[in-house]
């Protein structure tokens, strides 16, 4: 039985002899909440009823640990839910940064899986799965993107027009001279959630052929690789 404690007292019909028992259990508090008084919950027997009362409990979030929290909060968060869940002012748009790669000489996948790490936001502390937490992604120079072994001539594209014996099918090469902004955005897009999510989070990539781009008010920052083996040996 969950009980919610409150400045009345509840009153329960019982024989029961009488105990004392805390809320807290010995439990570490969430982000490592000081509690001014420890809560617990008093239960008092009579011969007729079973009165519980609950003391008087505060909470203070710490000042580094404020960001997180609302600011009707601060003085008492909710110690019933403490489970921190990301609100609409922690992933606006206008935001989150801007970063930029060039993409010269460097492994398709490897490159691919750095960018959609960025755009998920899993480098983040406040990673969530289902919330649009990542940043946007510049990529410039995508016709010089490089491959491994013999991927160039055996790596397959197909696309089909809805009509019957409407496949088509071209290698690595042919599409790179054709339209390579795509071949960036196809293994971006296959790193990323299926669905209503996935199909938000792929509009943060931005994938242009040349040194060129139009986003300079954005003022994107180099994107930061850990990858020591992303860039193709010559």
Same mark, same amino acid.
Request: hydrophobic share 35%; proline share 6%.
């Given at each position: 039985?969950?009980?919610?404690?409150?400045?009345?007292?509840?009153?329960?019909?019982?024989?029961?002899?009488?105990?004392?028992?805390?809320?807290?259990? /010995?439990?570490?508090?969430?982000?490592?909440?000081?509690?001014?008084?420890?809560?617990?919950?008093?239960?008092?027997?009579?011969?007729?009823?079973?009165?519980?009362?609950?003391?008087?409990?505060?909470?203070? #979030?710490?000042?580094?640990?404020?960001?997180?929290?609302?600011?009707?909060?601060?003085?008492?968060?909710?110690?019933? /839910?403490?489970?921190?869940?990301?609100?609409?002012?922690?992933?606006?748009?206008?935001?989150?940064?801007?970063?930029?790669?060039?993409?010269?000489?460097?492994?398709?996948?490897?490159?691919?899986?750095?960018?959609?790490?960025?755009?998920?936001?899993?480098?983040?502390?406040?990673?969530?799965?289902?919330?649009?937490?990542?940043?946007?992604?510049? #990529?410039?120079?995508?016709?010089?993107?490089?491959?491994?072994?013999?991927?160039?001539?055996?790596?397959?594209?197909?696309?089909?027009?809805?009509?019957?014996?409407?496949?088509?099918?071209?290698?690595?090469?042919?599409l790179q001279q054709?339209?390579?902004?795509?071949?960036?955005?196809?293994?971006?897009?296959?790193?990323?959630?299926?669905?209503?999510?996935?199909?938000?989070?792929?509009?943060?990539?931005?994938?242009y052929e040349g040194?060129?781009?139009?986003?300079?008010?954005?003022?994107?920052?180099?994107?930061?690789?850990?990858?020591?083996?992303?860039?193709?040996?010559?």
């Amino acid at each position: 039985m969950a009980v919610q404690c409150s400045s009345s007292s509840v009153i329960f019909a019982s024989h029961s002899p009488a105990k004392s028992f805390s809320s807290s259990h /010995n439990k570490t508090l969430f982000l490592g909440f000081s509690l001014a008084s420890k809560p617990s919950i008093i239960v008092a027997k009579t011969h007729r009823a079973t009165q519980i009362r609950c003391q008087e409990k505060t909470a203070l #979030v710490p000042l580094e640990q404020r960001w997180m929290f609302e600011e009707s909060e601060f003085n008492g968060p909710d110690i019933w /839910n403490e489970t921190w869940y990301p609100k609409g002012a922690d992933h606006v748009n206008t935001d989150k940064p801007w970063y930029i790669v060039d993409a010269t000489d460097k492994i398709l996948g490897r490159l691919a899986s750095t960018i959609a790490i960025h755009i998920r936001g899993k480098n983040l502390a406040t990673y969530t799965p289902s919330v649009d937490m990542g940043a946007f992604v510049i #990529v410039v120079n995508a016709e010089k993107v490089a491959v491994s072994g013999k991927k160039r001539t055996q790596k397959l594209y197909r696309r089909h027009s809805g009509r019957p014996g409407g496949m088509k099918v071209e290698t690595f090469d042919q599409l790179q001279q054709r339209i390579p902004e795509r071949i960036i955005e196809h293994a971006v897009r296959g790193m990323l959630p299926k669905g209503r999510l996935g199909r938000q989070l792929f509009n943060h990539l931005k994938v242009y052929e040349g040194p060129d781009h139009p986003h300079d008010a954005q003022k994107p920052i180099e994107l930061p690789i850990r990858d020591k083996r992303i860039q193709k040996q010559r």
